[in-house]
Protein backbone atom coordinates (compact mmCIF):
# COMPACT_ATOMS: atom_id res chain seq x y z
CA UNK A 1 0.00 0.00 0.00
CA UNK A 2 1.22 3.49 -1.22
CA UNK A 3 0.66 5.79 2.24
CA UNK A 4 3.12 8.63 1.56
CA UNK A 5 3.17 11.35 -1.40
CA UNK A 6 5.81 14.37 -2.00
CA UNK A 7 4.90 17.76 -3.83
CA UNK A 8 7.72 19.25 -4.73
CA UNK A 9 6.29 22.61 -4.97
CA UNK A 10 9.66 25.07 -4.24
CA UNK A 11 10.60 25.81 -8.00
CA UNK A 12 10.70 29.78 -9.35
CA UNK A 13 8.25 29.39 -11.93
CA UNK A 14 10.20 30.90 -14.33
CA UNK A 15 7.79 30.06 -17.45
CA UNK A 16 5.21 32.34 -15.88
CA UNK A 17 7.23 34.93 -14.74
CA UNK A 18 6.59 38.27 -13.82
CA UNK A 19 3.58 37.14 -11.94
CA UNK A 20 5.69 34.08 -10.52
CA UNK A 21 7.72 36.83 -8.65
CA UNK A 22 5.32 37.38 -6.15
CA UNK A 23 2.06 34.32 -6.54
CA UNK A 24 3.61 30.87 -6.59
CA UNK A 25 2.26 29.01 -9.83
CA UNK A 26 0.97 25.84 -7.43
CA UNK A 27 -1.65 28.54 -6.25
CA UNK A 28 -2.49 29.57 -9.64
CA UNK A 29 -6.81 29.08 -9.91
CA UNK A 30 -8.55 26.81 -11.68
CA UNK A 31 -12.70 27.52 -10.52
CA UNK A 32 -11.30 29.38 -7.60
CA UNK A 33 -9.47 26.55 -6.13
CA UNK A 34 -5.84 26.52 -6.08
CA UNK A 35 -3.92 24.28 -8.81
CA UNK A 36 -1.92 22.26 -5.90
CA UNK A 37 -5.32 21.76 -4.42
CA UNK A 38 -6.64 19.71 -7.18
CA UNK A 39 -3.37 17.99 -6.70
CA UNK A 40 -3.96 17.21 -2.75
CA UNK A 41 -7.00 16.01 -3.89
CA UNK A 42 -5.68 13.41 -6.32
CA UNK A 43 -3.36 12.09 -3.86
CA UNK A 44 -6.22 11.69 -0.90
CA UNK A 45 -8.67 9.53 -3.17
CA UNK A 46 -5.73 7.71 -4.55
CA UNK A 47 -5.39 6.29 -0.26
CA UNK A 48 -2.67 8.78 0.42
CA UNK A 49 -2.39 9.52 4.36
CA UNK A 50 0.48 11.74 4.61
CA UNK A 51 2.29 14.46 1.91
CA UNK A 52 5.29 16.20 2.05
CA UNK A 53 4.89 19.61 0.88
CA UNK A 54 8.36 20.79 -0.70
CA UNK A 55 8.49 24.76 -0.65
CA UNK A 56 11.03 27.54 -0.86
CA UNK A 57 10.92 30.66 1.25
CA UNK A 58 8.70 32.84 -0.79
CA UNK A 59 5.99 29.85 -1.03
CA UNK A 60 4.37 30.50 2.64
CA UNK A 61 0.78 31.48 0.60
CA UNK A 62 0.82 27.48 -0.04
CA UNK A 63 1.16 26.67 3.72
CA UNK A 64 -1.27 29.20 5.11
CA UNK A 65 -4.20 28.12 1.96
CA UNK A 66 -4.22 24.56 3.90
CA UNK A 67 -4.47 25.88 6.78
CA UNK A 68 -7.40 26.73 9.19
CA UNK A 69 -8.47 30.56 9.29
CA UNK A 70 -10.87 30.78 12.37
CA UNK A 71 -11.29 34.72 11.67
CA UNK A 72 -12.72 34.20 7.99
CA UNK A 73 -14.93 30.97 9.74
CA UNK A 74 -16.46 33.61 11.94
CA UNK A 75 -16.85 36.15 9.76
CA UNK A 76 -18.95 34.26 7.51
CA UNK A 77 -21.10 32.45 10.30
CA UNK A 78 -21.72 36.39 11.61
CA UNK A 79 -23.00 36.94 8.11
CA UNK A 80 -25.03 34.16 7.91
CA UNK A 81 -22.63 32.09 5.20
CA UNK A 82 -21.97 28.58 6.80
CA UNK A 83 -22.41 26.90 3.69
CA UNK A 84 -19.15 28.25 2.42
CA UNK A 85 -17.06 27.45 4.83
CA UNK A 86 -16.57 23.18 3.79
CA UNK A 87 -14.76 25.06 0.89
CA UNK A 88 -12.10 26.77 2.84
CA UNK A 89 -11.95 23.72 5.72
CA UNK A 90 -8.44 22.29 5.43
CA UNK A 91 -7.64 18.70 4.22
CA UNK A 92 -8.22 16.08 6.23
CA UNK A 93 -4.66 14.39 5.70
CA UNK A 94 -1.58 14.90 7.26
CA UNK A 95 0.37 17.54 5.74
CA UNK A 96 4.18 18.00 6.69
CA UNK A 97 6.33 20.82 4.69
CA UNK A 98 10.16 21.19 3.89
CA UNK A 99 11.84 23.76 2.76
CA UNK A 100 14.32 23.59 -0.20
CA UNK A 101 16.77 26.69 0.73
CA UNK A 102 18.28 26.48 -3.02
CA UNK A 103 16.80 25.98 -6.38
CA UNK A 104 18.82 22.78 -6.98
CA UNK A 105 16.30 20.76 -9.03
CA UNK A 106 13.26 18.72 -9.16
CA UNK A 107 15.86 15.62 -8.39
CA UNK A 108 16.96 17.46 -5.07
CA UNK A 109 13.56 18.50 -3.63
CA UNK A 110 12.84 14.74 -4.12
CA UNK A 111 15.82 14.01 -2.21
CA UNK A 112 14.65 16.07 0.91
CA UNK A 113 11.63 13.60 1.51
CA UNK A 114 14.25 10.53 1.97
CA UNK A 115 13.66 10.66 6.20
CA UNK A 116 9.82 11.33 5.50
CA UNK A 117 9.41 8.38 2.86
CA UNK A 118 12.06 6.25 5.41
CA UNK A 119 11.75 2.51 4.00
CA UNK A 120 8.44 2.66 1.74
CA UNK A 121 8.27 3.49 -1.73
CA UNK A 122 6.55 7.09 -1.93
CA UNK A 123 4.33 8.79 -4.83
CA UNK A 124 5.63 11.93 -6.42
CA UNK A 125 3.10 14.24 -7.71
CA UNK A 126 4.44 17.11 -9.63
CA UNK A 127 1.76 20.67 -8.99
CA UNK A 128 1.72 21.56 -12.32
CA UNK A 129 0.40 18.58 -14.43
CA UNK A 130 -3.25 18.46 -13.56
CA UNK A 131 -5.93 16.29 -14.75
CA UNK A 132 -9.76 17.28 -14.02
CA UNK A 133 -10.78 13.48 -14.06
CA UNK A 134 -13.26 13.10 -10.39
CA UNK A 135 -11.01 9.43 -9.90
CA UNK A 136 -7.56 9.86 -8.90
CA UNK A 137 -4.75 9.39 -11.52
CA UNK A 138 -2.40 8.10 -9.00
CA UNK A 139 -4.34 4.47 -8.67
CA UNK A 140 -3.19 2.88 -11.81
CA UNK A 141 0.18 3.40 -10.81
CA UNK A 142 -0.30 2.35 -7.65
CA UNK A 143 -2.00 -0.82 -9.34
CA UNK A 144 1.19 -1.64 -11.37
CA UNK A 145 3.44 -1.02 -8.38
CA UNK A 146 1.67 -3.77 -6.87
CA UNK A 147 1.99 -6.16 -9.79
CA UNK A 148 5.33 -5.45 -10.72
CA UNK A 149 6.89 -4.43 -7.14
CA UNK A 150 9.32 -1.83 -9.03
CA UNK A 151 8.86 2.13 -9.54
CA UNK A 152 6.24 3.18 -11.99
CA UNK A 153 6.44 6.39 -14.11
CA UNK A 154 2.92 8.26 -15.82
CA UNK A 155 3.41 8.46 -19.25
CA UNK A 156 1.50 9.76 -22.30
CA UNK A 157 2.44 10.03 -25.99
CA UNK A 158 3.14 13.79 -26.40
CA UNK A 159 3.40 15.66 -29.82
CA UNK A 160 6.92 15.43 -31.59
CA UNK A 161 7.62 19.44 -31.16
CA UNK A 162 7.04 19.64 -27.33
CA UNK A 163 9.17 16.25 -26.40
CA UNK A 164 12.38 19.01 -25.56
CA UNK A 165 10.16 19.70 -22.72
CA UNK A 166 9.64 16.54 -20.87
CA UNK A 167 11.90 13.57 -20.00
CA UNK A 168 11.22 11.23 -22.50
CA UNK A 169 11.58 7.50 -22.49
CA UNK A 170 12.96 4.19 -24.30
CA UNK A 171 10.40 1.45 -23.33
CA UNK A 172 9.56 -1.89 -24.43
CA UNK A 173 5.48 -2.59 -24.93
CA UNK A 174 4.65 -4.93 -22.24
CA UNK A 175 0.63 -5.12 -22.73
CA UNK A 176 -1.89 -2.53 -23.69
CA UNK A 177 -0.49 0.68 -21.29
CA UNK A 178 2.42 -0.64 -19.47
CA UNK A 179 6.32 -0.65 -20.73
CA UNK A 180 9.06 -1.81 -19.34
CA UNK A 181 11.40 1.29 -19.80
CA UNK A 182 14.68 0.87 -20.89
CA UNK A 183 15.97 4.14 -20.60
CA UNK A 184 15.21 8.11 -20.19
CA UNK A 185 16.66 11.44 -21.85
CA UNK A 186 15.41 14.71 -19.87
CA UNK A 187 14.24 17.23 -22.15
CA UNK A 188 15.93 15.66 -25.82
CA UNK A 189 16.75 18.33 -28.00
CA UNK A 190 17.09 15.95 -30.74
CA UNK A 191 16.31 12.38 -31.83
CA UNK A 192 14.32 12.11 -28.92
CA UNK A 193 13.80 7.58 -28.03
CA UNK A 194 10.49 7.99 -28.57
CA UNK A 195 6.84 10.21 -28.15
CA UNK A 196 6.31 9.06 -24.64
CA UNK A 197 7.22 11.42 -21.94
CA UNK A 198 6.54 11.60 -18.88
CA UNK A 199 3.57 13.14 -16.89
CA UNK A 200 4.40 14.18 -13.56
CA UNK A 201 2.93 11.09 -11.42
CA UNK A 202 5.74 8.50 -9.89
CA UNK A 203 5.71 5.48 -8.00
CA UNK A 204 9.23 5.53 -6.35
CA UNK A 205 10.57 2.60 -4.50
CA UNK A 206 13.16 3.30 -1.48
CA UNK A 207 16.60 2.92 -3.36
CA UNK A 208 15.87 6.25 -5.48
CA UNK A 209 16.95 7.80 -2.79
CA UNK A 210 20.78 6.79 -2.88
CA UNK A 211 20.86 7.54 -6.58
CA UNK A 212 19.71 10.78 -6.16
CA UNK A 213 22.53 11.46 -3.63
CA UNK A 214 25.13 9.84 -6.32
CA UNK A 215 23.72 12.25 -9.00
CA UNK A 216 25.20 15.43 -10.09
CA UNK A 217 23.84 17.85 -11.47
CA UNK A 218 23.12 17.73 -15.04
CA UNK A 219 20.88 20.27 -17.21
CA UNK A 220 20.41 23.57 -15.59
CA UNK A 221 22.72 22.82 -13.01
CA UNK A 222 20.22 20.90 -11.18
CA UNK A 223 19.82 17.84 -10.04
CA UNK A 224 17.93 16.42 -12.65
CA UNK A 225 15.35 13.12 -11.33
CA UNK A 226 15.25 11.49 -14.76
CA UNK A 227 19.36 10.85 -14.10
CA UNK A 228 19.21 8.62 -11.30
CA UNK A 229 15.44 6.96 -13.32
CA UNK A 230 18.32 5.76 -15.57
CA UNK A 231 20.14 4.67 -13.15
CA UNK A 232 16.85 2.87 -11.56
CA UNK A 233 16.42 1.18 -14.85
CA UNK A 234 19.52 -0.54 -15.28
CA UNK A 235 19.58 -1.73 -12.02
CA UNK A 236 16.02 -2.64 -10.03
CA UNK A 237 13.79 -1.80 -13.30
CA UNK A 238 11.10 0.49 -13.88
CA UNK A 239 7.57 0.13 -15.41
CA UNK A 240 5.63 2.97 -17.19
CA UNK A 241 2.12 3.41 -17.09
CA UNK A 242 0.25 5.02 -20.18
CA UNK A 243 -2.32 7.27 -19.83
CA UNK A 244 -4.88 8.28 -22.42
CA UNK A 245 -6.69 10.78 -20.24
CA UNK A 246 -6.15 14.60 -20.88
CA UNK A 247 -3.24 16.22 -19.10
CA UNK A 248 -2.92 19.92 -18.50
CA UNK A 249 0.58 21.67 -17.99
CA UNK A 250 -0.29 24.77 -15.90
CA UNK A 251 2.93 26.30 -16.37
CA UNK A 252 1.98 26.47 -20.65
CA UNK A 253 -0.51 29.78 -20.79
CA UNK A 254 -2.50 27.72 -23.92
CA UNK A 255 -2.85 24.52 -21.46
CA UNK A 256 -4.24 26.93 -18.79
CA UNK A 257 -6.37 28.52 -20.58
CA UNK A 258 -7.60 25.27 -21.76
CA UNK A 259 -7.92 23.48 -18.32
CA UNK A 260 -10.05 26.86 -17.21
CA UNK A 261 -12.38 26.85 -19.82
CA UNK A 262 -12.82 22.72 -19.26
CA UNK A 263 -13.23 23.09 -15.46
CA UNK A 264 -16.18 25.73 -16.29
CA UNK A 265 -17.95 23.37 -18.12
CA UNK A 266 -17.70 20.80 -16.22
CA UNK A 267 -18.94 23.20 -13.44
CA UNK A 268 -21.86 24.26 -15.36
CA UNK A 269 -23.16 20.32 -15.72
CA UNK A 270 -23.35 19.91 -12.28
Known sequence: MIRKAII???????RNLPVTKSIPKEMFPINGRPTIDYI??????AGIEEILIVLSRNKNDIMNYFDRSIELECFLESRDKEHLIPSITPP???????RQHEA????HAVMLGEAFAGKEPVAVLLPDQVSL???SMLLPLIKSYEQYQRSVLG?????????SSYGVVSAKELNSRLYSIQSIVEKPKHNPPSDLAIMGRYILKPDVFKWLKETKPGIGDEIQ?????SKLCKTSGIVGYQYTTRWYDTSIEEDYIEVQQQAYR???RK
Request: glycine content about 10%.
Open 266 to 268: MKR
Open 8 to 14: PAAGYGI
Open 40 to 45: VEEAIL
Open 92 to 98: KINLQYI
Open 155 to 163: LQRVKPELL
Open 133 to 135: QRK
Open 225 to 229: LTDAL
Open 104 to 107: LGLG
